[in-house]
């Protein structure tokens, strides 16, 4: 079983950064990617970026040149982190970490509200 825990959402104005955390922790042997999703009001829940235990990343088009995803691989937990910067209207969404390899964890959502 692992858990998944976000934190660092809030409320930034444009332009601004915010740097979100997941920490995910349990049985992390059997997790090979970790990654950021957001779902905005009325809209389907999308991929933003992922990174593998590698460290191979993978980012939404929207996003390129803007976030950075980034790893800490832990004894017992591992630690993925989100750095967003030039933050627009746009990334107002609710964020979420998800933990995969054979199953998927899923943490409970951070809020990042971003205000023109």
């Known amino acids: 079983q692992v858990q998944v825990v976000e934190s660092g959402g809030g409320l930034v104005q444009a332009g601004g950064s915010l740097r979100l955390s997941c920490a995910a922790s349990?049985?992390?042997?059997?997790?090979?990617?970790i990654g950021w999703y957001r779902q905005a009001p009325g809209k389907q829940r999308e991929l933003v970026a992922d990174?593998?235990?590698?460290?191979?990343?993978?980012?939404a088009d929207s996003v390129k040149g803007r976030f950075t995803i980034s790893r800490d691989n832990g004894k017992n937990t591992d630690t993925v982190y989100l750095q967003m910067n030039s933050l627009k209207a746009e990334d107002t969404a609710v964020y979420y970490c998800?933990?995969?390899?054979?199953?998927?964890?899923w943490g409970q959502g951070t809020q990042v509200t971003v205000s023109s």
């Open positions: 998800r933990a995969w390899s054979l199953n998927e964890y």
């Open positions: 349990g049985s992390i042997f059997s997790i090979n990617t």
């Open positions: 990174i593998t235990r590698g460290r191979r990343t993978n980012y």
